[in-house]
């Protein structure tokens, strides 16, 4: 199963495709053979990469690995696959009702830009209040609903509409 | 595994609300912990000291090993009942380290009405020796206590689960090989007297130490014989002619001392292996929690949060992350133990109920213990989620949680309403260990709730008489209802009445849940298999 590396903020989807004799590796669409004696701890060590010797050097901090190699500091972070995955589904425009509930109160308005997770308005069903917050970044198109109205499942609540840059 | 990507943002208004709130609440609740542990009338001490007798706090610390933890349980109780005046139901239990070995400690505290038993003190006794009981710990008694409160005598005495319970359960710990040893300080009257009978070992002060079916006084009325607490059931009568009592101890040190060699003895049991990896801090800072916890018992939160500031390195394998998304649920460590963790995330529907039910039966194929994070208001009502059938999928937890054959326990980190607090391992479903948050609320429906249902009724009975609607009357019901709900459901009365084994401040929970899991590897897992499952 392919993993996803962050290398300074990039992402790279790394496969291994065969552990032995040499670890062999897909990054994106560049194919490597690594051939590297100690793969584990920190420090400096040997690497060998497409016939081509490297000496790196290699730290921790947290989930964090830093690689040092030919004079320049890569910062590497690893993605749960899970994780990733299970954000991976399409958000969509349209925020609707998950149940039955009051409309307690509208934390945005028509024309506001929201980013990923901003509050959009909090409501109140089964004695619990939730606040709804945005699916993606957008642009508040529209809110079907005010405050202290009631509303039924799959109304719909708040519409978005994508940023054009 | 992964770790949980927190989005909590601590420079928020919402989270400076919160933080502040919190920190009042939890600097409220360790006065109150400190008062009811430390505050005693003069007089009382003053006696303790002229009879040479330690305070009950002074005496485990001498007991227990220096520098391991020792927790503490239901350190409120009863802070609700008599008008305050048996602090923690008068008694100490917890579960502490003696010598080495893990086991539970109850100590009557003398300090309070000579350590007399009312019915709350029952109640503390017996849950601790049921805990005894379903996680094998062995058992050391301190005892002091002048015997049963009289007055409160109905409610201490015949019931199922009062007096005699501490007896059969001491019984039943013996019989299933769990040690007991009892250190007699001062009087054991009455049915006090078979807790050291009912040990399997007994250790008693010379001078102060007493033990007797009835002292002096009641022998005097009921057969007229005039006899000295010393030659009626003191040190020396029990240890040299009655062997009712097995080591002499010339002062309440040596007593100790005795005691922990005796525990010193006991074979270490082998534990239940539970799987266990190596202890990792949570990445994120468990005192973020304070900023989490709403001030407001109707909000809800993002349960992973709290998990993050819980569990080892914040990491968190979520199981079933896309469905049934208002139960959280999925493997963590803590403490390096492995546990499966289920938390609300809002009300629970026919999928969460199902997802629930199944991760359930996932842990306990696994052997993995369950945590359960409460902040529940229900399972869905209305026609389409009875059609859909709610109701039998929230039999369907129930009855997967209730059969589990590994351990539970149940943290209380907010609203505990209606049925949810059942799916979710209530206090009526055994959960091993079972702490409350000071934010807590518990009843079968919320404050707001009822007090609306109860002044509707009232106007509906107001129109039915033909009688004007006064909205003083109304408002008078409405507020009435509500001030008794709100005394009822805070989690002060639930701790007062042991609906819980304590109060617990949020940060401390990582640590609680660890002496827990600890404590419970001392038995083996319970019987595997379920009933009948209504599909």
Redesign the interface.
């Known amino acids: 199963m392919p993993t996803q590396l962050t290398l300074d903020g990039i992402t790279s989807e790394v496969e291994i495709i065969s552990r032995r004799p040499h670890l062999n590796l897909r990054v994106d669409d560049l194919l490597c053979r690594v051939e590297e004696p100690q793969t584990r701890g920190e420090g400096p060590f040997d690497i060998t990469i497409n016939q081509q010797h490297h000496r790196v050097w290699r730290a921790r901090e947290?989930?964090r690995i830093h690689v040092h190699l030919d004079g320049k500091t890569y910062s590497v972070g690893y993605q749960?696959a899970?994780?990733a995955?299970?954000q991976s589904?399409h958000a969509s425009n349209e925020i609707r009702a998950e149940?039955?509930g009051m409309v307690v109160e509208l934390r945005v308005t028509m024309g506001d830009e929201v980013a990923l997770?901003d509050p959009l308005l909090v409501i109140?069903?089964?004695?619990?209040?939730?606040?709804v917050a945005a699916p993606r970044a957008g642009l508040i198109e529209t809110i079907h609903v005010e405050p202290n109205t009631s509303f039924q499942?799959g109304t719909l609540l708040v519409l978005l509409r994508a940023v054009v840059e | 595994m992964a770790r949980i990507q927190s989005s909590l943002n601590p420079g928020s208004a919402e989270f400076r609300r919160n933080y502040l709130a919190s920190k009042a609440r939890v600097a409220a609740f360790h006065a109150q912990q400190d008062t009811a542990r430390h505050v005693r009338p003069a007089r009382d001490v003053e006696r303790l000291a002229k009879q040479g007798k330690l305070l009950p706090r002074e005496r485990l610390e001498r007991l227990l090993d220096p520098g391991t933890p020792f927790l503490e349980l239901s350190s409120l109780a009863a802070n609700m009942a008599y008008g305050g005046e048996s602090p923690g139901a008068s008694s100490i239990t917890g579960i502490g380290v003696v010598s080495g070995r893990e086991v539970m400690l109850h100590a009557d505290d003398s300090s309070i009405k000579g350590g007399a038993w009312y019915p709350h003190t029952i109640k503390k006794i017996v849950r601790c020796l049921d805990i005894a009981l379903e996680n094998r710990l062995p058992v050391v008694h301190l005892c002091d206590s002048a015997g049963g409160f009289l007055p409160l005598q109905s409610a201490l005495f015949p019931d199922k689960h009062m007096a005699g319970r501490i007896f059969r359960n001491q019984s039943l710990l013996s019989k299933l090989g769990v040690k007991q040893l009892s250190l007699v300080f001062g009087h054991c009257t009455a049915g006090g007297a078979y807790i050291p009978a009912l040990s399997d070992y007994a250790v008693i002060v010379r001078g102060t130490g007493a033990v007797f079916l009835a002292g002096p006084p009641l022998v005097k009325a009921a057969t007229g014989e005039i006899v000295s607490v010393d030659d009626l059931g003191g040190c020396d009568l029990h240890t040299q002619i009655s062997g009712s009592c097995d080591y002499p101890a010339a002062s309440e040190i040596e007593a100790i001392a005795i005691g922990r060699e005796i525990v010193a003895q006991w074979e270490r049991t082998p534990k239940t292996p539970f799987q266990r990896d190596a202890v990792e801090a949570p990445y994120y800072d468990p005192d973020e929690l304070h900023g989490i916890i709403p001030d407001d018992i109707k909000r809800g939160f993002d349960m992973r949060e709290v998990i993050a500031r819980l569990v080892d390195g914040s990491r968190f394998h979520e199981y079933q992350p896309a469905y049934g998304t208002t139960l959280v649920c999925g493997y963590a460590n803590l403490w390096g133990y492995k546990i499966g963790i289920l938390a609300n995330n809002g009300v629970l529907f026919n999928d969460s109920a199902l997802k629930g039910a199944h991760f359930i039966e996932l842990c306990n194929q696994n052997g993995t213990p369950l945590v359960f994070l409460q902040n529940i208001t229900g399972y869905m009502v209305g026609r389409e989620y009875e059609a859909r059938g709610i109701t039998k999928d929230g039999a369907k937890m129930i009855m997967a949680q209730s059969c589990s054959r590994v351990p539970k326990f149940t943290v209380m980190c907010h609203g505990s309403f209606g049925a949810g607090n059942y799916g979710m391992c209530g206090r009526a479903f055994d959960a091993r260990f079972l702490f409350s948050w000071p934010n807590h609320q518990i009843g079968v429906m919320g404050g707001e709730q009822a007090a609306r249902t109860l002044a509707e009724v009232k106007t509906r009975q107001l129109e039915r008489e033909g009688l004007a609607l006064d909205p003083s009357v109304i408002e008078g019901v409405y507020q009435d209802t509500l001030k008794a709900y709100q005394e009822q459901l805070s989690a002060y009365y639930a701790t007062s009445e042991l609906w819980d084994d304590g109060i617990i401040d949020p940060i401390d929970t990582r640590n609680a849940l660890g002496v827990a899991l600890s404590a419970a590897q001392n038995a083996p897992l319970g019987e595997d298999g379920y009933g009948v499952f209504r599909f």
């Not at chain 1, 109140?124 to 606040?131: A, C, F, G, H, Y």
């Open positions: 947290g989930d749960e899970v994780r995955a299970a589904g149940m039955p997770g109140e069903s089964m004695k619990m209040q939730i606040t499942k």
